[in-house]
T-cell receptor
């Protein structure tokens, strides 16, 4: 069975450029989460969706970040304009049984902003 | 103060030894607790849930102390393959919050 699929796996861009990260959750999962991981701050929850609706975006750092989930099988995280401090690994995770706390993570998108 | 605190380590432990990790959480409204494992440059994966009565899965034992807001993970007879970062995870309302993790190195 296919797991959570993220793209791109690696992205190197210059400051000021737009970055779009993509995620395909596991089919049938109704929760989708975006996390960011850095050495300094660990894994931070940015936003999560339930049935394609954003529930909590309080972790989104600032207006430069936006996330959408147009349908049950696709989500994007966009950074515009990007800054060097956005460099991190961005993980997407999905869950079918939210109350158990078991999240299935994608392999992550490693972003470097020069 | 972070909501979930862990000793970052690293813990350098000889193969076959027993190692214990601790984690504290600050919000008494936290409802569920978990340990995740993350290998170097990989994604986190669920290791085990933590129940109030304590629970065991093979060489791994998890304990929860709600009064002290404290969670622990014990690994017995450690293997080289146990080398990883162990993440303490707390669920509060709809949020799933990760600690920064404890790095474990098993030495041959």
């Amino acid at each position: 069975d296919a797991g959570v699929i993220q793209s791109p796996r690696h992205e190197v861009t210059e400051m000021g450029q737009e970055v779009t990260l993509r995620c395909k959750p596991i089919s049938g999962h109704d929760y989708l989460f975006w996390y960011r991981q850095t050495m300094m701050r660990g894994l931070e929850l940015l936003i999560y969706f339930n049935n394609n609706v954003p529930i909590d975006d309080s972790g989104m750092p600032e207006d430069r970040f936006s996330a959408k989930m147009p349908n049950a099988s696709f989500s994007t995280l966009k950074i515009q304009p990007s800054e060097p401090r956005d460099s991190a690994v961005y993980f997407c995770a999905s869950s079918a049984r939210f109350t158990t706390g078991e999240l299935f993570f994608g392999e992550g998108s490693r972003l470097t902003v020069l | 103060r972070k909501e979930v605190e862990q000793d970052p380590g690293p813990f350098n432990v000889p193969e076959g030894a027993t190692v214990a990790f601790n984690c504290t959480y600050s919000n008494s409204a936290s409802q569920s607790f978990f340990w995740y494992r993350q290998d170097c440059r990989k994604e986190p994966k669920l290791l085990m849930s933590v129940y109030s009565s304590g629970n065991e899965d093979g060489r791994f034992t998890a304990q929860l102390n709600r009064a002290s807001q404290y969670i622990s993970l014990l690994i017995r007879d450690s293997k080289l393959s146990d080398s990883a970062t162990y993440l303490c995870v707390v669920k509060r309302d709809d949020k799933i919050i990760f600690g920064k993790g404890t790095r474990l190195h098993i030495l041959p």
